[in-house]
């Protein structure tokens, strides 16, 4: 089991500037719907791949609700597939249409101590941390998902409950690291 310290649940909102592939730049305290979902993602991870679709579908089924802002935090100068425009190219061919943001220093991945991708941080309306794991149960193959966890959280947030689970541990790749930027994460 990795060790490495989460950032705690009801932690409020780590704010940041990151720039878009195309020039623009977001902050994440701009965004006024009543929940705000930031998900660690990338272009190249089977695990993104396999949930991508469901995150789609979630930003457009809550839109005006929930919103959601994707980063990319990985090492592209070794992994290509997660450049700049490979960020391009993947939001056109998965019909991403809300913010998906580059992490090119990774500091913003290591504030939120993300690992994996992908790896959502659900936020309520005080941009507090209310949510923080998982997409599903089975983010490599869609077809065979038991537990909609993020979506599960959404609805119970939005009518004001508490999600059934709270933390659900992040399914995916891990963060492609640049060489001496890896968090000391332990084995135990």
């Not at 609700?65 to 980063?71: D, E, L, R």
Request: proline residues 10%; aromatic residues 10%.
């Amino acid at each position: 089991m990795l060790q490495y310290p989460e950032l705690p649940l009801e932690s409020p909102l780590i704010d940041a500037e990151l720039p878009d592939p195309r020039g623009g730049r977001y902050r994440l305290s701009q965004f006024q719907e009543p929940l705000l979902a930031v998900v660690f993602m990338c272009n190249h991870c089977p695990y993104v791949k396999g949930s991508i679709r469901e995150l789609v579908d979630l930003a457009e089924a809550y839109r005006g609700q929930v919103a959601f802002v994707g980063i990319n935090p990985n090492d592209y100068a070794r992994y290509p597939e997660d450049s700049p425009e490979g960020m391009v190219a993947f939001a056109k061919e998965h019909g991403i249409f809300f913010p998906y943001l580059l992490d090119e220093t990774q500091e913003v991945a290591k504030a939120y101590r993300a690992l994996r991708t992908p790896e959502v941080f659900l936020f309520d309306e005080r941009r507090l941390l209310r949510y923080h794991g998982r997409v599903n149960d089975n983010p490599k193959f869609p077809d065979q998902v038991q537990s909609h966890d993020l979506k599960a959280a959404i609805e119970a947030l939005l009518r004001g409950e508490e999600p059934p689970l709270k933390e659900a541990p992040a399914i995916g790749c891990t963060i492609k690291w640049r060489p001496g930027n890896e968090p000391e994460v332990k084995i135990g």
